[in-house]
């Protein structure tokens, strides 16, 4: 099973690679800036690379694990580090954007974060450079199978979300 994961995730690696570079060829080396607003231009190939999260909550490693990056030698992954880095990075570059999916981590690492940093976020999200996806708890592929705890862990992810940005998320599955 392993070997088939790597497989996958050589190949996701290579369509993505591939990806940009006919997107660089196409602009002559050089990165366009993203708007929405552009269109789809005639013979031009669209590529959307989006810099999106998914840390399961509490599958290989502990959600105390995964929240503050130990015991990698299971899966690497510090969702701390990646939330206090992309906030940063947002800030830097108007242009850029992040999606974020499990607001179980995203509402532990929120309620250490000042009230300027707690601003600064809310502005990112009300520009559209931050933006939950699925919005619940967890992802439902760790969720219990049972229709009622999909909808309760959705529901707490999206009453946390409505109640700290006035927002609900636009894709979901």
């Not at 250490?112 to 919005?135: W, Y």
Request: with cysteine; glycine share 10%.
């Amino acid at each position: 099973m392993r070997k088939v994961e790597t497989l996958a995730s050589g190949f996701q690696f290579v369509l993505v690679f591939v990806a940009v570079c006919l997107c660089k060829e196409a602009v002559g080396g050089g990165y366009v800036r993203y708007r929405t607003g552009g269109g789809v231009v005639e013979g031009k190939l669209n590529v959307h690379l989006v810099a999106h999260s998914h840390d399961d909550v509490g599958w290989l490693k502990t959600v105390d694990q995964y929240y503050v990056g130990s015991n990698n030698s299971i899966q690497g992954a510090c969702v701390e580090n990646t939330l206090d880095s992309v906030i940063e990075s947002l800030v830097r570059d108007s242009n850029r954007k992040f999606v974020f999916a499990e607001m179980a981590f995203f509402q532990r690492w929120w309620s250490t974060q000042s009230a300027g940093i707690q601003e600064i976020v809310r502005k990112l999200v009300d520009g559209g450079q931050l933006e939950f996806v699925n919005g619940g708890w967890c992802m439902h592929d760790e969720a219990t199978v049972h229709y009622i705890d999909m909808i309760d862990q959705t529901t707490l992810g999206h009453r946390a979300i409505k109640q700290q940005f006035n927002k609900t998320p636009r894709a979901g599955w």
